[in-house]
């Protein structure tokens, strides 16, 4: 709708006074406005302390995780008698303290089924002359090189040598088990990415446009992973529709937590997103290690952060009977509803009539018969790159339309 501005000014192209005046009013666009940015040392030390933070958490957290990873109380299934058992477990205390909690289990086969479920990581069986040792290479290389000794004897102690032997190995396209990890982290950092772009190249695309570009984002990574990870390479296992799925969850829930803290905080909010979402989040995702590996103020973080609950979902689909997959299914959508509806929120309050009247509060209004510039739209909360929300231009009604000096004069 155009909107009808009056003059009673000699225009600039030569039209008297009294001439109609008609002018498109600026229609607000997705293009960020032209912003003439910081100066002085604002624009010196801001860049600085801002990447200085980042890079100083993802070392600090990345340190405190693996500089020296050690087990924490790890899982092994026992099949012995009493006396074999105590024995193995004081073995087990002189080799690494804390690092096992043995479990007892009634015959090999619901040892072997724990193993390749993943309720232990390994399973130590001693019914007959020759005892055996259970392990999943499929947990990495770290633990395989952590339980495959427990079938040596210790020297000097005497005993047979245990039957060692790799029940769920890793795929032939991953020898080193990282595969998932690389998977997973190149998605998540694609999800902060998409995050903090979206507000970039459209700070005021709507909702369902956003929400309509997000999902388009996950569905198509997701799919290219799982094609590229799983079929090209054959590097994950397992259905390419199931890891399409799980990747898709966790790429989405990645990007709607981005976009989450960056309506929230504004340019804040990609800082915050690189320490939550990428640093914390890959930290703490399992990929490199098994959680029980982890510092115990951050095991916690595995089982709710979209890469960790990712990674082991992920591996549960590939090796251990799908061992994962239902929870993390359920917490990865729970991310990305959570975070859209909170995303919602935000925007609908920034349209409210209570905003909307705040907005206009105390504008002063333009006497009749003077010059009318294009209207400024009104200033409201600003958006998640720090340009206002929207632009409003109000419309004047047809009985309040106001006429110029001229055709005053003249009807007087």
């Known amino acids: 709708m155009h909107h009808e501005i009056i003059s009673d000014n000699t225009a600039a192209g030569g039209h008297e006074p009294g001439t109609r005046h008609r002018h498109r009013a600026a229609i607000p666009t997705d293009a960020a406005p032209n912003k003439p940015g910081l100066t002085g040392s604002a624009a010196v030390l801001k860049p600085v302390i801002t990447v200085l933070t980042v890079g100083l958490a993802f070392v600090s957290v990345f340190l405190a995780a693996f500089h020296t990873p050690t087990a924490h109380r790890l899982p092994i299934a026992v099949v ?9 477990d004081v073995r087990l205390q002189r080799t690494a303290p804390d690092a096992f909690q043995v479990e007892r289990y009634p015959g090999e086969t619901a040892a072997r089924s724990a193993v390749e ?41 005497g005993g047979p040598k245990a039957h060692v032997e790799d029940i769920v190995p890793l ?18 950092l694609a999800g902060f990415l998409f995050g903090q772009m979206t507000y970039q190249v ?11 570009s997000l999902t388009l984002f996950a569905v198509a990574g997701g799919l290219a992973t799982a094609l590229v990870a799983g ?23 990645v990007a709607a937590g981005t976009v989450l803290l960056i309506r929230l905080f504004g340019p804040l909010g990609v800082p915050l997103g690189s320490i939550f979402m990428l640093v914390m989040g890959n930290a703490t995702s399992g990929g490199v290690l098994p959680p029980s590996f982890l510092p115990g103020w951050l095991q916690p973080l595995a089982s709710v952060m979209p890469p960790g609950v990712g990674v082991r979902a992920l591996n549960g689909l590939a090796y251990f009977h799908n061992d994962g997959v239902e929870s993390g299914l359920i917490i990865l959508a729970a991310w990305v509803l959570l975070c859209a509806a909170a995303i919602l929120g935000l925007d609908r309050l920034a349209a409210s009539p209570a905003i909307l009247h705040v907005a206009h509060r105390g504008r002063p209004d333009h006497a009749i018969g003077t010059h009318r510039a294009t209207p400024h739209p009104p200033t409201l909360p600003a958006a998640s790159d720090g340009t206002p929300a929207a632009a409003f231009l109000t419309e004047r009604s047809a009985g309040s339309r106001p006429v110029d000096r001229g055709r005053a004069e003249s009807g007087a």
């Open 231 to 253: 079929a090209a390479f054959g590097a994950i296992p397992g259905p390419v529709l199931g890891i399409a799925g799980i990747v898709t969850l966790m790429s989405g829930a």
């Open 80 to 88: 012995a008698s009493d006396k074999n058992a105590a024995l193995f």
């Open 117 to 157: 479920h993943r309720k232990v990581y390994a399973a130590y069986v001693q019914t007959g002359s020759v005892p055996q040792l259970l392990y999943a290479g499929a947990n990495g290389v770290a633990v395989q090189a952590l339980v495959a000794p427990l079938g040596h004897p210790q020297p000097g102690a």
């Open 202 to 212: 459209a700070p005021r695309l709507p909702f369902t446009q956003r929400m309509g």
């Open 171 to 188: 795929a032939p396209g991953d020898s080193r088990g990282l595969s998932v990890f690389y998977a997973s982290f190149g998605l998540v």
